[in-house]
């Protein structure tokens, strides 16, 4: 009787005991995509290997802005100095070819400090005549982007660790300066981003965000990542305002 009674008890429980349902498996949530956007803004960089990486300076200040694209179309091989014409050929291709342009980012310096050959006299850099004729060339790289209605950014050249090609380039920032103010472009001047408190070549300082970073490379000429995002910092918003 008394086993009886327990397997009643434990048959009792069983009836009495609520069925549990399991819980439907929680869903896999996937992180939301964001829609694609079109660029509507065309910046094309043009220039040497300073100029390059300062597109990819500008690439980084616009990464949070997708419908801004940044294109880079270096040229490290020609230099306006030595091969005259070649770069509004180099420009007029590339605009032939199709590329959008709202802006043209241009930067030249690295490979500048060249003699000019007019007929078979050869000009020094930085002589009267070679400056003359210089001028002339950065006019025609201007002229060919407003020829095409695309407004121009020409970006100075930064100080260099060799005292000789920054005093080089003081004179040859004058000539940037002049032609393309004069023809209607913007002038950014990057200079006071790479040198110290004694106006004196650096190659350390502050970042865009205030960081002491280290801006350029061993050779003291070009960018390290920071100094490409630093030299864009100055051009960004004159690219903003266009």
Avoid at 68 to 93: F, M, N, Q, Y
Avoid at 173 to 201: M, Q, T
Wanted: net charge neutral.
């Amino acid at each position: 009787r008394l086993f009886g009674y327990e397997e009643e008890k434990r048959r009792a429980a069983t009836r009495a005991a609520p069925r549990i349902k399991p819980k439907p498996a929680a869903p896999v949530l996937t992180k939301q995509e964001k829609p694609k956007v079109d660029p509507s803004t065309h910046v094309v960089v043009f220039g040497d290997a300073l100029a390059d990486l300062t597109g990819q300076g500008l690439d980084d200040a616009f990464s949070d802005s997708p419908e801004v694209a940044v294109v880079r179309k270096p040229r490290a091989d020609i230099s306006l100095a030595r091969d005259g014409a070649e770069w509004p050929k180099t420009i007029l291709d590339i605009l032939n070819g199709g590329q959008k342009i709202s802006v043209a980012v241009m930067m030249l310096g690295s490979s500048e400090r060249q003699s000019i050959t007019e007929g078979e006299t050869t000009h020094e850099p930085l002589s009267e005549r070679w400056k003359q004729l210089y001028r002339d060339r950065v006019d025609a790289v201007v002229r060919t982007f407003q020829e095409r209605g695309v407004p121009v950014v020409w970006i100075g050249v930064p100080p260099m660790r060799n005292a000789k090609l920054t005093a080089d380039y003081v004179a040859m920032n004058e000539i940037y300066r002049e032609s393309v103010e004069r023809l209607g472009g913007s002038y950014v001047d990057i200079w006071p981003g790479f040198v110290d408190d004694e106006n004196r070549y650096t190659p350390v300082g502050p970042d865009v965000d205030g960081q002491p970073s280290r801006l350029r490379t061993n050779d003291g000429v070009l960018f390290t990542r920071a100094g490409a995002r630093k030299a864009a910092h100055f051009a960004d918003a004159e690219i903003k305002r266009l």
